[in-house]
């Protein structure tokens, strides 16, 4: 069975939309993400640091969708990392209410050694030099390196963030995102510009407007499924991540044409994220559902149209 | 061979946009719709007015495209409908700088006698009673009647909209005004409550982020061309509509598989209209880049992807 090595945050999350707030819940990257890939036939396990006063419960939920978490370092005496945000009416921005790095401050990744050789390695929005420190401790070349990274590193960290971009295959970033990091407005000249700093493949994540996939001059889109109401969008580009490499570590496939499957497959478990607050809606999918939304995909998206004279 | 009947402005308009600004030049839905429709095997005519002061040259350009423009009346004396407009950074949102109604103001259409039987009929952008007047004037029901519309006319003349709207297949308006029309945030939603004033499909533009189609529970997306640069988007709204109806004009098939078929010819056509300032893409658009440029669509949104235990 193929290896997925996940990296970034478990944390706590306090979240305010316009249909309510909650208190400390669970959050944080690497959740988003393994609970995501939790839905392929494949190992994946999570490095990532938690405080002391996180509950055992959420780290069962993790074990029980099959997440090695033994590369999580409990800090005794720490405290875990905490977001605090409100969301807009539109649910299209947020305000970042608080941030508490706490044990994050000084997080040293380990990496199991059952997953030094993992297929796929999926880096989750984290300080760069973390990212680059993962990757340092892999004993073989994984087939695939995915990276997310966030703006906030791109303001406070950009030499440490573009070196570890020049050892990934794929970066995922919003569209806002692209721009500041290509100075292009033109999604297509930054995707363009974001090939030459390293990754072969850009995936641009424009929330409810869908994603891009660029590869030279390939380009590929997946919309995101339209939906009645979005409660919480808390965690939809963590799932994307998620349901996009844990296809590709289960397919083991990095061709063009499967990456446009995985695009899909990420907007599908992303759909899902944002249907409830948190992670509630990622704890109880079931595969049959994942399957069925692949089909409303396919209705949404897919035409058959003859070239004419 | 099956007819098109439009209805719309054919207009001067004076546009700005970061790429910079032209002087009075042909503009107008009607002008945009007729453009792009006539890259189908119908015939067509355009229902529309214009004042003495309009050249000439610009009713031959419509007139080389085959488009049949005895209903465009030329008032002795009058003015041609003027709009003025500057676009921000992002082109997604402009300024209205400067609308003269002239001979547009006391416009009564005249549908020729031999398109009040037209197969479909396209209702511009204009007063919803002239909207009215023109189904009025059709000796049988069109097999299919599209209805373009703007928040304008929602501030305006809703009462008359509203009518309008009872006797239509489809409406095509943007995400905004579909948002006004029906007190509805999430575009599912609106969609849902528009169908129930009328129109049993509704195409929902967002701009460079694609157009929606909805149908019940069935709902299609197609997204616009990725394209480097944006030049004008003045148009591109008309020219989508005129690519939508022009090809179920020839087609003749109003199937809702058809119809995703029209969306993506209007998006195709559309992303050709950006290019460069007003209708000069248009003007020199031949049938051999449109075809190639579907081809780049369907890279652009197919996958083939198989269902997984």
Request: hydrophobic share 45%.
């Amino acid at each position: 069975m193929n290896k997925l090595l996940i990296v970034g945050t478990v944390a706590f999350d306090a979240i305010e939309t316009p249909f309510g707030k909650t208190d400390k819940i669970l959050g944080g990257a690497a959740t988003y993400i393994g609970l995501s890939a939790s839905f392929f036939n494949i190992k994946s396990a999570i490095v990532s640091v938690v405080g002391e006063d996180f509950p055992e419960a959420y780290l069962d939920l993790l074990r029980n969708k099959n997440i090695d978490i033994s590369g999580v370092e409990v800090v005794k005496g720490g405290k875990t990392f905490f977001w605090s945000g409100r969301y807009h009416n539109d649910l299209n921005s947020r305000d970042t209410l608080d941030t508490q790095l706490n044990v994050l401050a000084d997080f040293q990744p380990k990496v199991p050694a059952d997953y030094t050789d993992a297929d796929v390695v999926m880096l989750g929005n984290l300080h760069p030099i973390v990212q680059s420190s993962v990757l340092d401790q892999m004993t073989t070349r994984p087939k695939l390196v995915v990276l997310d990274t966030m703006n906030f590193w791109m303001d406070c960290a950009l030499p440490e963030l573009l070196d570890v971009m020049k050892r990934v295959d794929v970066i995922t970033i919003n569209d806002e995102e692209a721009r500041q990091l290509s100075g292009e407005y033109s999604l297509v000249k930054a995707a363009a510009k974001i090939h030459t700093m390293g990754p072969k493949y850009v995936v641009i994540k424009k929330g409810e407007h869908g994603a891009l996939l660029f590869h030279d001059k390939d380009v590929f889109f997946a919309p995101a499924l339209p939906l009645e109401e979005v409660f919480d969008p808390t965690g939809a580009g963590d799932t994307f991540a998620g349901g996009f490499s844990g296809f590709i570590a289960q397919s083991e496939n990095i061709s063009f044409g499967n990456m446009k499957n995985a695009i899909v497959y990420g907007s599908n478990l992303a759909s899902f994220c944002v249907e409830e607050f948190g992670t509630q809606r990622m704890e109880r999918l079931e595969k049959h559902e994942v399957l069925s939304r692949l089909q409303q995909f396919k209705a949404l998206t897919q035409f058959d149209i003859a070239l004419q004279d």
